[in-house]
């Protein structure tokens, strides 16, 4: 197993395990992570022969490596296609802003935020075509981006926010004139676009890298003192 079977669900709950477990025992962290990454219950894990549990527990050794995001052009879950939007000025602002509700906690709305950032695909005779956004469904696709491999939405909610804070921070003039054109007024067209420079500020470098890299620091640490 790798990091690219993990979906998002199950990575937002391997996250708040390593959270809330940091001060544990290294053998009940690793029986909640293992009850997450192989859908069992804690009891069924403890309860599994010991070598048979250990060969779980050497399997899901990725989660002890760095997560590497790997940006995709389409996300695929169950049947169903999205194609991630890299390209800022095809998304409506109203749903840049939307996404600064969701930043309040990364982890936990991943999916929401991978959601406004993705056009729903639906296949048709001629293959698979861009079907309309529909906002109104958004918890639809949020729900989608739950199944999706972590790897994929993160890699692609990453490498969209690099590229709007580049995009944002050198088109003030562009963007408060297209503003002004729809009938802002100077002060109105500021504060909007000190709105979207704002919006997914902090987002290249989130808690999650920080979280995860402090677990595997402590994990290094208390093999190495193991090992005298």
């Not at 600064?100 to 906690?105: N, T």
């Not at 935020?113 to 695909?121: D, E, G, N, Q």
Request: glycine content about 4%.
């Amino acid at each position: 197993m790798t990091w690219n079977d993990i979906t998002v669900f199950q990575w937002q709950r391997i996250i708040e395990v390593l959270a809330d477990m940091k001060d544990d025992k290294q053998v009940d962290i690793e029986t909640r992570v293992a009850s997450v990454v192989y859908d069992m219950t804690e009891n069924q894990v403890d309860s599994l022969p010991i070598e048979k549990r250990n060969k779980l527990f050497r399997e899901m050794s990725f989660v002890y490596t760095d997560l590497k995001p790997n940006p995709q052009k389409y996300i695929r879950i169950k049947g169903r296609r999205y194609k991630c939007v890299f390209d800022v000025r095809k998304i409506p602002a109203a749903r840049y802003i939307e996404t600064k509700h969701f930043a309040s906690d990364v982890n936990g709305n991943l999916n929401k935020i991978a959601a406004s950032m993705v056009l729903p695909m639906k296949k048709t005779l001629f293959g698979w075509r861009v079907d309309k956004y529909d906002a109104s469904k958004h918890s639809e696709y949020s729900q989608d981006m739950l199944e999706a491999p972590i790897t994929a939405v993160l890699g692609s909610v990453v490498f969209f926010c690099q590229i709007y804070v580049h995009w944002i921070r050198n088109s003030k003039g562009y963007l408060m004139g297209q503003m002004m054109k729809k009938g802002m007024g100077k002060y109105q067209a500021e504060a909007m676009y000190q709105i979207l420079s704002s919006t997914l500020d902090g987002f290249i470098k989130p808690n999650w890298l920080r979280n995860l890299n402090g677990y595997h620091f402590k994990k290094r640490l208390r093999s190495k003192q193991s090992a005298f």
